[in-house]
């Protein structure tokens, strides 16, 4: 069973860095896309960004902030989080869709099927 766990959220003031890390046991990331997803309270899922063997999407309001990489070999994920704004504070989630190998990737949380539990990011102004 893959379990993916996060790592490196925080406090940090409007303006800063913080990158988060995700790493996974149980299975390798190749062939599979993964992302960052991020929710406030009363707020639905929020697609940040994917990755996979060929793609990388951004969403709208992260792009030209947030970098996204990973080590396929090594099932770790890295989120560079960049310039950082009050709006970006939530909870960051790690997610993998491992159903299929070489799916397309995806921007729908739907589509993936294993989350970390979750890091809290605090951007104070």
């Known amino acids: 069973q893959v379990q993916l766990v996060e790592s490196g959220g925080g406090l940090v003031q409007a303006g800063g860095s913080l990158r988060l890390s995700c790493a996974a046991s149980?299975?390798?990331?190749?062939?599979?896309?993964t992302g960052w997803f991020r929710q406030t309270p009363g707020e639905e899922r929020e697609f940040v960004a994917g990755i996979s063997w060929s793609d990388t999407y951004y969403g709208d309001s992260v792009k030209g902030r947030f970098i996204i990489s990973r080590n396929s070999a090594k099932s770790t994920m890295s989120l560079q989080m960049n310039s950082l704004k009050p709006e970006d504070t939530a909870v960051y989630y790690c997610a993998g869709s491992f159903g299929r190998r070489w799916a397309p990737l995806s921007r729908v949380s739907g589509e993936y099927d294993t989350w970390g539990q979750g890091t809290q990011v605090t951007v104070s102004a």
């Open positions: 149980g299975r390798t990331f190749s062939g599979y896309y």
